[in-house]
């Protein structure tokens, strides 16, 4: 495992892994069904969730154990208590682990007391009294900048080790940097080959603010895995085109963080630390940029749903 170091002099591990939320499925959130929909709605509650739940702490559990030590949550996702039951089943003490928690969109909407409480919760759930990282889920128009405050005042008061921030583009860096003595030090936003946000990369690393990478991989768009240039590159390194994006974002110096709850696929993620691309090949990988992005572009979408 490499680690890159932040600005105030915490080391971080080069990839990180974030389970996301316990479940989710729209087709199981669907009404569609009417009366069958009663019966659908108990087995949902009674029987498949608390699968859903032992399934996710035994990701959690196996993703530890094969070596990410960088933990991406968010307080939209729950009260983080199925993280704690995933680290004890990983059996790796809590002090060997980073964990990142995020504010939601909600707790930002109430306000800057709301933040707080949410944050409690979250050291609550996952049985922890500090965290190591702590962001916003989105800079939330109008009310991110409270958000941001309220983080600060966490961090003053000892219960935060490093602030983040997440789906900053520059102009809202800027106003943060107006606001506290405090500066954001990681920025975890959209990055891919099919949408490399190479200027957004340089301001930060300019400013001291490291670059985490969310839809690595760009959800397996069709316009990047059937591209002829990564079956190359994967071809000649004996890897999947999965292990060569995510060893271009690590060369990148930008930390991946990467979501499967299937352990053969988590041992995949991890193995790239055998191998390197020459800087052909990440010239090559850089190239396939056509700013596409796959999630929300925070400067247009509907906060009330994120």
């Avoid at 109430?110 to 190591?132: H, N, P, R, S, T």
């Avoid at 995949?268 to 090559?284: G, K, W």
Wanted: aromatic share 12%.
């Amino acid at each position: 495992m490499d680690y890159i170091k932040l600005a105030n002099g915490v080391e971080l591990p080069t990839i990180g892994f974030g389970p996301g939320e316990c479940g989710y499925s729209p087709k199981y959130n669907s009404n569609r069904h009417g009366v069958w929909s009663i019966p659908r709605r108990a087995y949902n509650k009674f029987v498949r969730r608390q699968l859903q739940k032992r399934q996710y702490i035994v990701a959690i559990a196996s993703a530890i154990q094969q070596g990410f030590h960088l933990i991406d949550y968010s307080a939209a996702y729950g009260d983080g208590n199925l993280i704690h039951r995933g680290i004890q089943l990983s059996g790796l003490s809590r002090d060997k682990l980073t964990l990142t928690t995020r504010v939601s969109n909600r707790a930002q909407f109430q306000g800057k007391e709301a933040v707080k409480e949410e944050f409690f919760l979250q050291l609550k759930g996952m049985q922890i009294d500090y965290i190591d990282i702590l962001m916003f889920h989105w800079p939330v128009t109008d009310f991110y900048e409270t958000t941001w405050q309220a983080m600060v005042e966490l961090y003053q008061e000892g219960y935060v080790k490093t602030l983040g921030v997440a789906n900053c583009h520059k102009h809202h860096l800027e106003k943060l940097f107006t606001l506290t003595e405090e500066r954001p030090l990681i920025n975890q936003f959209e990055i891919h080959p099919l949408f490399t946000q190479k200027k957004l990369i340089d301001y930060c690393k300019k400013n001291g603010i490291q670059s985490e990478a969310y839809t690595p991989i760009a959800r397996f768009d069709d316009r990047l895995v059937r591209l002829p240039v990564l079956h190359r590159i994967a071809n000649k390194h004996h890897k999947s085109i999965l292990q060569v994006i995510l060893r271009w974002h690590v060369q990148n110096h930008i930390i991946p963080i990467v979501r499967t709850l299937n352990k053969q696929h988590q041992k995949e993620n991890f193995d790239i630390y055998d191998f390197s691309l020459s800087d052909a090949e990440i010239a090559d990988i850089d190239n396939i940029n056509i700013n596409a992005r796959v999630r929300y572009d925070p400067d247009n979408c509907d906060f009330t749903i994120l």
